[in-house]
């Protein structure tokens, strides 16, 4: 039984020191200094980045660095793809000077590959301030009062509360209904 204790201990011991090892290489142990440093070396790649919109399914990076190249040293060009690996229709293009980037906002509505670009500064995505979208009230789920405040009704329904009565469609034309 000691025996047993012993080897699960050690292997618990190997367990966190690779661990440890793997999160060194990977650099997951973030303290605050280094996120501040992190979003600070993101906001500066941004500024020197453009995003590219209505972009060719068929095109390369290559060519798209091709098309910016008379702006300025391109850095790095992006093209999104999806899960199947197709292509989204747009593209990040990252400049080496921030000076580029106004160069290239002068290549909107440029054409490549008969398509005719948007090209516009990137934004800086600030993780958690995804716009939140209120869902609509809707009258057949009860508790609909539209935009009025509430006021208790004058008849209460014989159908219980929140609950709205489904009336059929008749089978045939009828001039009464």
Known sequence: MKKRLKEMEDEA???????????????SVQDPANASASQANREEIDARSVFVGNVDYSCTPEEVQQH??????????????????????????????????????????????????KVTAKRTNIPGMKQHRPR??????????GRTPYAPPFMYSPYGYG?????????????YY
């Open 68 to 117: 910016f190249q008379s702006c300025g040293t391109v850095n790095r060009v992006t093209i999104r793809t999806d899960k199947f690996g197709q292509p989204k229709g747009y593209a990040y293009v990252e400049f080496v000077e921030v000076e580029a980037v106004q160069e290239a906002l002068s290549l909107n509505e440029s054409e490549l590959h008969g398509r005719q670009l």
């Open 136 to 145: 609509r009230a809707n009258p057949y789920m009860g508790g609909f009062r």
């Open 163 to 175: 609950k709205v009565p489904r009336f059929r469609m008749p089978m045939r034309y009828s001039p």
């Open 13 to 27: 011991a190997a367990l966190r020191e690779m661990q440890a090892k793997v999160e060194k290489e990977m650099g």
